[in-house]
């Protein structure tokens, strides 16, 4: 069924299937589309994030399992503490990758730079929809799940992938102003894989 995602100015977005099917005002989109399903979303709608830093994020970070807060937490570990972890139980490392793609995609975040070299970790990436692209040649700042600036991806396009995130923000300055945890929801190839309310 295809799906109209409207945001907080009445930009529409047509998915169907994986694809962009339409772009434009809400109401000439749903004059065209009447049989479509129409999701409302706060704020602005963008192409989504790219996060430059997959494999900090993913193989040098552990993201405990909430039924590990006792022992680890809720935040994310890095550093030594995190190797630590993947030495004594290298099976964790997977898990940790699926909860650190849930935590990107949270965030705004559709596609990723850097090279993951770790099999386990490569797959999850690919399995969840995350797109790959180039590794800027200056990277922003310490590693974040809201880097800055904040790196967004080119224009949607009819006929490209429905890969998009929207954020609660009036405008892209608010946006870049407040940072990614602003994101209301996330889709890829046109499955919404985060909607935070």
Known sequence: MP?????????????EG???KALGPYEELAAAHPSARVRRWPGILTPGL???YGPEILEHTYHPDPREADTYGTAPIGGERAREIFRADPSRLGASARRGVQRLFAHGT??????LRSKAVLEVARRSGLAFGARPERLPGPV???PKPLVLLPGLV?????RFA???VTDRAE???RGASTCVATAVAGRLVYRGR
């Open 50 to 52: 790219l996060n430059p």
């Open 110 to 115: 559709v596609a990723l730079a850097g090279e």
């Open 175 to 177: 946006l870049v102003r």
């Open 18 to 20: 994986d694809t962009v």
């Open 166 to 168: 929207v954020f609660d």
């Open 158 to 162: 009819v006929g490209g992938p429905a």
């Open 144 to 146: 974040s799940l809201s």
């Open 3 to 15: 799906t109209l995602h409207v945001d907080g100015d009445d930009f529409a977005v047509l998915v």
